[in-house]
């Protein structure tokens, strides 16, 4: 049997690198509908699953490859899926019936222009809001970005331990150009890789209330097949698991679900601060834009301006306090994303009125260059 | 305990062990096939001693959609068409595990078709039972993708303009290993199908014409459950491995019951395994 | 200068991406230094412009795009007179003189002409390895990466035609020592 983990070194496409986060993250199950630019991650994983003991399947259409990937997920395997915005359109039925149910699943967004069928082959950072919002109803899921080829690695890594901790569809929400581009990717061996796996019940089955909550706000899970003949619907349910229909029943659960992420978001958030200690103006990017964000910090500073960066990784729950402390002393905030205007709104919300904060859209298929955040900054400065 | 008492005792009803007890009384009308449907399976359930660890009851939507909600098993209550997908899934993260999807002709056959007819080509191993009602039940009676031209719905009040699928025919056209039709007057031979169907290993399809007395029934002046019943009696013809493109389901002349397929053929999770194995091995 | 920006240009089929690919897991993985690899294509595979692009730098790489490239690989007329103004002060375009038509360039860039395709028809008797000879005499010519990293990323590159493109890329190499040479002389 070929290794589940590869150890070493190699140069790598992004997406290469989350299927291989994935499989070192103990992912033993993944279903998937071609799409550009995720497929190479179908393709990895159609190769490497069966021969580590995995399973892969090719399902009908994204709808049916998010559902099965819950149904796996209910079975006991860490189980993931694959996809850009127009698979996500249709997977956010199951991803809200994934969040209503708390099965743990990963879900890899690949992000390309839209709308609708827009620009498969170019990049973009247009589905930030889709990601918080996609499904109906009040409802939590983490979403973390990756700005490099190990991110990539590393993050669905970490994508795998928050869902299974918080029993939670993740997403990992990639840009075309961090899933396309090669670098250096780093796999570590397994005993240096923090692996975290859902709690199980230690109540016997005629005591066990699949949706009864723990301190932390999340019910141990059992799977399908080891006798504890549990129910779960899509329905407003109560502890055992049964539909109610009461406000009482919608009262103790969806606040829940919305709060075991928003009371655990110390423990979730995760962002980057570069030079922003004496910052004057703070730069705020992510993904593939932020290696464009991190160039105009270098030269910026080079030219003597107090320019820093603020990197949010994980964007939901989004990282408010770290922005909080980054801002702490800077005049303006300038927002750039490759996209017309999405994560510029929580930033403002954090920032309040208290400084300016400007934003640099970019809607087509490349970050910005340096320079072009370079113009901004000067003409922001004076 | 003595021996009288134990007998002067009334019985349990025998399916008990089977169902959630503290989930009734439910919520299915009176003369509604579901209710026969339940009982056809879980007497199969207890017949052949099934290992209910090894099962799991999933559901779509619809009034069928809550019959998992009633038995003592792993069971999941999917979103709107989807349980098929997500029987797939179980299916093939543990073999061991034995998915039952049962669900409407709407919930299996519009929103849900594309899932039937490709579970069927992979022959996923599954019993699909679909509860055939002619119309959405649960949300006040609409034409469906079954329901027969020119009835009356409430979304097709001037009588249905469109034709109806044939379920066993899309159910044997697709690739399921056992395709059969009843009518919920058929309570005994529905279990004997069931009872066929779990020991198979693939894509296994039941279909149950079922009453509808509170609307499609109503609406189609078709009388009470019992004169529907009656009805099923009169016109159903039973003729097993007859073509199922010519199984006629038609309630002004006759609806033609039986088992059209019973065939072998490699099952999908069989397939993966044995894949994996080979590949692991380096062959 | 740490970072050099690199663009491969030609038509899809002639071995573009897997290239730069190589170039990038050479510095990278072999060389250890930093490298990031990027292409853009249109949807068809075959015959369509396609370009890949690799930056090598001794620090981590921010921008991952090539703006100003400082060497250019063409295998396709097209992709040469598209991309030539790209080009700044200094660089150097390494061309297939079989396959481009250099014509009036710039000033302050070089031009190495190498004989790649026909050196692959007739001396390697495959057409295939045209990218891996060019590989070569890129080695050869701007000896940015070294060629036993090249070495190396191309025996993981083609493990059933390992041999083949191993002799390619040596050929390819002397065409690039040729090219040196020939420059000089002129200069």
Not at chain 1, 218 to 245: I, N, R, S
Not at chain 2, 201 to 212: A, H, L, N
Not at chain 3, 20 to 26: C, L, M, N, R
Not at chain 3, 99 to 124: D, M, S
Request: with cysteine; net charge negative.
């Amino acid at each position: 049997m070929e290794k589940p983990i590869l150890t070493g070194e190699m140069f790598t496409q992004g997406d290469i690198a989350a299927a291989e986060g994935a499989l070192a993250a103990g992912c033993r199950f993944f279903a998937g509908y071609p799409i550009t630019p995720a497929t190479e991650i179908a393709e990895r994983m159609a190769y490497r699953l069966p021969r580590i003991g995995g399973r892969y399947i090719q399902m009908e259409d994204e709808i049916a490859s998010c559902t099965a990937v819950v149904g796996a997920s209910y079975s006991g395997l860490k189980a993931m899926t694959a996809t850009s915005g127009p698979g996500v359109s249709l997977m956010n039925e199951t991803i809200g019936l994934a969040a209503m149910t708390e099965a743990p699943m990963v879900l890899v967004n690949v992000m390309r222009g839209g709308p609708s069928t827009g620009q498969p082959t170019e990049a973009s950072q247009s589905d930030i809001m889709q990601a918080k919002w996609g499904s109906h109803g009040d409802y939590e899921i983490i979403a973390l970005i990756p700005s490099s080829v190990q991110e990539m690695f590393d993050l669905t890594i970490r994508a795998f331990n928050l869902s299974e901790q918080y029993r939670v569809p993740t997403f990992v929400l990639a840009d075309e150009i961090i899933g396309h581009m090669r670098e250096r990717l780093i796999i570590p061996p397994e005993d240096e890789l923090e692996i975290i796996n859902r709690k199980k019940p230690t109540v016997p089955p005629e005591e066990y209330l699949p949706f009864k909550p723990e301190t932390d706000l999340v019910p141990p899970m059992a799977t399908f097949g080891e006798g504890y003949h549990f129910y779960a619907t899509g329905l407003t349910h109560d502890q055992k698991g049964y539909p109610v229909m009461t406000d009482e029943a919608q009262l103790a659960l969806v606040p829940r679900l919305c709060d075991k992420i928003r009371k655990n978001a110390d423990k979730i958030t995760q962002a980057e601060s570069t030079e922003t200690e004496d910052a004057e103006i703070l730069l705020v990017a992510y993904g593939g834009e932020a290696r464009t964000a991190m160039r105009a910090v270098k030269d910026a500073r080079a030219e003597g301006m107090k320019i820093g960066l603020f990197r949010p990784i994980s964007v939901w729950p989004f990282p408010k306090d770290q922005l909080k402390d980054a801002a702490a002393n800077a005049q303006q905030v300038i927002v750039a994303e490759l996209n017309y205007g999405q994560l510029v709104g929580e930033v403002e919300r954090i920032i309040r009125n208290e400084v300016p904060v400007h934003f640099i859209p970019r809607v087509c298929g490349t970050p910005h260059t340096p320079d072009e955040l370079m113009k901004e900054i000067r003409r922001r400065i004076k | 305990m003595t021996e009288t008492s134990r007998i002067s005792t009334i019985e349990e009803h025998p399916i008990l062990e089977y169902i959630r007890r503290d989930r009734l009384p439910h919520i299915f009308c009176s003369a509604c096939g579901i209710g026969t449907v339940l009982q056809s399976f879980a007497t199969a359930l207890r017949s052949l001693n099934y290992d209910m660890d090894n099962m799991v009851i999933i559901s779509g939507i619809g009034c069928t959609g809550r019959a998992s909600g009633y038995f003592a098993a792993d069971s999941y209550h999917t979103t709107h068409g989807r349980a098929i997908a997500f029987a797939t899934g179980v299916k093939v993260a543990n073999p061991k595990l034995k998915p039952v999807v049962i669900s409407g002709d709407g919930d299996l056959f519009a929103i849900g078709g594309n899932h039937f007819i490709h579970a069927a080509r992979r022959n996923v191993d599954m019993l699909v039972l679909c509860v055939n009602n002619f119309n959405y039940g649960m949300t006040g009676g609409q034409m469906g993708p079954t329901t027969p031209v020119s009835a009356i719905t409430v979304t097709s009040p001037d009588g249905n303009i469109e034709h109806p699928f044939n379920l066993v025919s899309v159910a044997a056209a697709s690739g399921a290993v056992f395709v059969a039709r009843w009518t919920a007057l058929h309570a005994r031979r529905l279990t004997k199908s069931i009872e066929k169907a779990l020991q198979k290993k693939g894509f296994t399809f039941i279909e149950v014409v079922s009453p509808c007395p509170t609307l499609y029934d109503r609406y189609n002046r078709h009388g009470t459950g019992l004169e529907v019943m009656k009805k099923y009696r009169e016109i159903s013809v039973i003729r097993n491995f007859s073509d199922p493109m010519q199984a006629e389901i038609d309630y002004r002349t006759r609806i033609v019951c039986g088992e059209f397929v019973d065939s072998e053929k490699p099952e999908f999770s069989d397939l993966l395994e044995e894949h994996g194995k080979k590949l692991q091995k380096g062959d | 200068m740490t970072r050099t920006e690199i663009r491969l240009g030609g038509l899809g089929g002639q071995g573009i991406i897997k290239s730069a690919v190589i170039i990038g897991e050479a510095a990278s993985i072999h060389d250890g230094k930093e490298a990031v690899q990027t292409a853009s294509y249109g949807p068809e595979s075959r015959g369509s412009a396609c370009k890949a692009e690799v930056i090598i730098s001794d620090t981590p790489v921010d921008y991952p795009l090539v703006l100003t490239p400082h060497i250019m690989v063409a295998l396709s007329n097209d992709a040469f007179h598209k991309y030539k103004n790209d080009l700044g002060e200094g660089a150097i375009a390494i061309i297939d003189s079989d396959l481009v038509k250099a014509g009036k360039i710039k000033p302050g860039v070089q031009v190495y002409q190498v004989t790649a395709a026909t050196t692959a028809h007739n001396v390697l008797k495959n057409p295939l390895v045209t990218n891996v000879v060019m590989l070569g005499a890129f080695t050869a010519i701007t000896k940015i990466v070294t060629p036993e990293a090249m070495q190396k990323a191309i025996a993981n590159a083609f493990p059933r035609y390992r041999e083949l493109n191993l002799r390619a890329f040596d050929e390819g190499m002397k065409l690039g020592q040729e090219a040196l040479e020939q420059s000089s002389k002129t200069k």
